[in-house]
Structures are given as structure tokens and as C-alpha cells.
């Protein structure tokens, strides 16, 4: 539905809807409904007579309702540039109070109290204990690894310094075994190819 095809004016009945749908209105309900002669079923001229005046009230007061309704949001919008409220700071204090009352909500709640069991459980407590060990026994083989490899490439440079060419030829043993060590190093075993590094 096009924008300029909408009934924009408040005080009418139709507000928002396209002129050519009150042509999809039932019969009854269209311009039948206020000829003479044509009554529902089941229903006298005397009923048909104060139905139509009680909506002919219902709509009038409908339209009083809409003029105050404008009436009272242009007065609010006057307050609230008085008050230097601009839609952005509404929108910041909806926003605010919205999340106050999802932290308040019973669903925040009920989850948040379950997250403080699941950390309070002996599980969760144990998985994170035995997590934190490996870690730990992680970061002392690396740094055992580290160290013997440091040692080891120590003693090469040494040799390599006083031996001359027979020192040569046994760093670059010793290079390869390194390298052998530290490939094994990466494979599961690695706690014994540890030992095998530093002895």
C-alpha cells in the first residue's frame, strides 16, 4: 500500500487504510447496512433504530478520545522539550529500564540461579581442577623442554668453540639428535622423551 493512498487524518474512521479496501467489506457491513428495508435477521426496525444510535454515539465519542488523545501528546511533547528530553535520551532510559526489568524478570532469575548451581556442583568443581593441573603440568614440561634445549644448545656452542672440526662434526650430532628429541617431544609420550633430553 502506497503512503499517499493512506487516509493519514486521525479523526477519521478509515485512519491507515487504503481507500480501496472498504470496497472488501462484507455486505452487511457496508452501504446496505444503513438502507431502509434490509435488516438482519432476528432483528426489528425499533432495535435496527437504537443500534445505529447507539454507534453514531460510540463513534462520536471515539472522535472526542482521538482530539483529546492528540491534545495530551502535544502537551507532553512540550513538557519534555522543557525538560531537554530528546527521543535519543527516551530511547537511553527505555533501554535502561528494559534491562532492569529483564534482570528482575523471573526467566533472568530462575538462569542465573542455575548458572550458580552448575558452578557450585562437585562436577564443574572437579572438571575445573583437573583442567587447571593439566595446564599447569603443560606449562612445567614446556618449560622443562625449554631449558634442556637451552642446556644442550649451551654445551654445543661450547664444544663447537674449543673442539675445531671434530667439534663441528659432533654438534651437528648433537643438532640432530635434538631434533629427534624434540619431534618425539610433540608425541604423547612426551613426559619420558623429557628425561631423555635432560640426562
Avoid: C
Amino acid at each position: 500500500m502506497d503512503s499517499a493512498s493512506q487516509d493519514i487524518n486521525l479523526n477519521s474512521p478509515n485512519k491507515g487504510l487504503d481507500p480501496g479496501s472498504l470496497s472488501d467489506m462484507p455486505e452487511e457491513l457496508g452501504a446496505s447496512a444503513g438502507s431502509p428495508g434490509t435488516l438482519p435477521p432476528g432483528l426489528t426496525e425499533e432495535e435496527a433504530e437504537e443500534l445505529k444510535t447507539e454507534l453514531t454515539k460510540v463513534e462520536e465519542e471515539i472522535q472526542t478520545l482521538r482530539q483529546v488523545l492528540m491534545a495530551k501528546e502535544r502537551h507532553a511533547a512540550d513538557l519534555k522539550r522543557k525538560l531537554g528530553l530528546s527521543p535519543l535520551t527516551e530511547l537511553k532510559q527505555n533501554i535502561t529500564k528494559g534491562w532492569q526489568d529483564v534482570q528482575t524478570s523471573n526467566a533472568y532469575l530462575s538462569a542465573s540461579a542455575t548458572l550458580d548451581d552448575i558452578a557450585n556442583s562437585e562436577v564443574y568443581k572437579k572438571t575445573q581442577e583437573t583442567l587447571s593441573q593439566a595446564g599447569q603440568k603443560t606449562s612445567a614440561a614446556f618449560s622443562t623442554v625449554g631449558s634442556a634445549i637451552s642446556r644442550k644448545l649451551g654445551d654445543m656452542s661450547r664444544r663447537w668453540l674449543e673442539g675445531g672440526s671434530t667439534g663441528m662434526a659432533s654438534s651437528l650430532r648433537l643438532i640432530q639428535t635434538l631434533r629427534r628429541t624434540t619431534h618425539r617431544s610433540e608425541s604423547p609420550h612426551s613426559q619420558t622423551n623429557i628425561h631423555l633430553i635432560s640426562s
